[in-house]
């Protein structure tokens, strides 16, 4: 008598699933993920803003979505280990550090184009927000070691990327134009002309790096956790000196702030008050930052490649003004950090010896760059004709797209904290009636931001009709 089939990989994940009850908070089930992932591919940077390209960011935000709902929950990480599997996370590095690229070089051209006035700026939108969303997929995934080995080579350059974020934040850049953000637009007040709107773009787009810079340094703890790769140890220490950026980082410190005598930080993605029995309180960040120090400088081979000389180890050594009892009690493991710190102090390790290694490179970001190079312009001016410049039936059909890729009760799972209000900003317990897409407190803020919200709230209600109707059709 022939034996049953044993269920294939997906299968038993997708009983795994089912049996669990889990199908009702879901974004997509284990089957849809898989072709998801399979049809991940590389883009070139004209063919970002594409139909093409759109089809794939929708799959990545439900993928992004899926494995935080996943991890969240403890539940069998289903999109980390397809991922995984079909050697995809190169790729999501790879269209990461392609639209930093896109944001750094045909972004500001676009802004400057005298022929461009963009009716709506949402298509552009969405492409910056694409960088948030596949480094924050990355940081959900990389948290597991089997991920930071399928990266393979692409751990350099996510290495690279990292370093580039980390800079900025020591700079204060991206902490300013958040700042700016919350001052200029506090309660999100509507832009009317094309000039102002591609202006209110730009400084989104600003303050967005703030955010993305904060992803990035969960992301170097995680390679900091798993990397055994002597190329990438070489890369940290010796080429971009992570050690001495994180002690910076420590000194800095871009997510706190002074505020009108109060101490805020920032934290679930804004500014937030912070009482004064927390004030030494650690952060996420805060402790993502000292793991990152403590795996770097107990490591032996980090150790070994790494250039102890009369600079890097003063800037160090201002790590042991900050190592207090009640740091040290929030995170014990730092007590090795502060005594290997102590005998830093009456020491002088020797120089990295001079060997013959042959070192991997990163090559994405240089790749990109070189075959592109002189085409800026006509990339831009390429994509404002082709791209960035939709009739108001595709950008419908993109809304259409994208309101089927969030959902509203999942998202809602997602949050942090509560919702706030479309007009005043306080906690809201309230939705639109016709649209379900905007919060409110009371019928007051509502009447009140009706006309903000109206142009949207059209938009989002026929798209939403025309979905239910072609489902009911196809039933």
């Known amino acids: 008598m022939p034996q049953p089939a044993m269920p294939s990989k997906m299968g038993r994940l997708f009983l795994e699933y089912w049996w669990n009850d889990d199908m009702d908070t879901s974004v997509i089930l284990p089957f849809e993920a898989e072709g998801f992932v399979q049809s991940l591919e590389a883009f070139s940077l004209k063919e970002v803003g594409s139909e093409r390209w759109f089809r794939q960011h929708a799959h990545i935000e439900k993928l992004n979505m899926q494995a935080i709902l996943n991890a969240s929950a403890v539940h069998d990480e289903f999109v980390k280990e397809l991922l995984v599997s079909y050697g995809k996370i190169p790729v999501l590095v790879h269209e990461m550090i392609l639209v930093q690229v896109w944001k750094q070089k045909v972004f500001p051209i ?3 184009l005298e022929d461009f006035n963009p009716k709506d700026t949402f298509p552009l939108y969405m492409v910056i927000h ?16 089997d991920s930071c080995e399928a990266a393979g080579d692409s751990v350099l350059d996510l290495v690279d990327y990292c370093h580039r974020k980390l800079t900025l934040l020591v700079s204060k850049a991206t902490r300013e134009a958040a700042t700016a953000q919350d001052q200029r637009n506090p309660k999100g ?3 009317a002309s094309s000039a102002d709107l591609m202006s209110a773009l730009q400084m989104q787009s600003a303050a967005g790096e703030f955010e993305i810079s904060q992803k990035a340094v ?3 703890r ?6 055994e790769s002597i190329s990438v140890i070489k890369r940290m220490m010796c080429t971009h000196n992570m050690p001495c950026v994180l002690v910076q980082l420590i000194v800095c410190c871009p997510w706190s702030r002074c505020k009108d005598g109060e101490v805020e930080k920032y934290i679930n993605g804004r500014w937030q008050k912070i009482p004064v029995d927390d004030h030494l309180k650690m952060t996420k960040l805060d402790g993502q930052v000292w793991i990152s120090l403590y795996n770097l400088l107990l490591n032996e081979d980090c150790q070994r490649n790494y250039d102890f000389n009369n600079f890097n180890k003063n800037q160090l050594l ?3 003004g900050f190592m207090t009892e009640v740091l040290i009690d929030q995170l014990p493991n730092l007590v090795e950090l502060q005594r290997y710190l102590a005998h830093l102090t009456v020491t002088d390790p020797a120089p990295p010896k001079k060997e013959l290694i042959l070192e991997q490179i990163p ?3 240089n790749h990109i760059v070189r075959q592109n190079s002189g085409k800026w312009k006509a990339i831009a001016k390429y994509q404002v004709k082709e791209t960035f410049s939709p009739s108001e039936s595709e950008l419908k059909l993109l809304a259409e797209r994208l309101y089927q890729v969030y959902n509203f009760d999942v998202m809602e799972s997602l949050l942090p904290e509560k919702p706030k209000c479309g007009s005043c900003g306080k906690e809201a317990a309230k939705r639109c009636s016709r649209c379900q897409g905007e919060w409110y407190c009371h019928r007051e803020c509502q009447v009140k931001h009706w006309s903000k919200h109206k142009r949207a709230c059209q938009l989002i209600t026929e798209v939403t009709g025309k979905i239910q109707r072609d489902l009911h059709v196809n039933i």
């Open 110 to 112: 676009l802004c400057q």
């Open 130 to 145: 694409h960088e948030a969303t596949i480094i924050n997929l990355l940081e959900t995934i990389m948290y597991h070691k």
């Open 189 to 191: 007040k509507a832009v």
């Open 218 to 220: 969960s992301v170097l």
């Open 222 to 227: 995680f390679i900091t956790d798993h990397t």
């Open 318 to 320: 201002k790590l042991r």
């Open 363 to 365: 090559e994405i970001w």
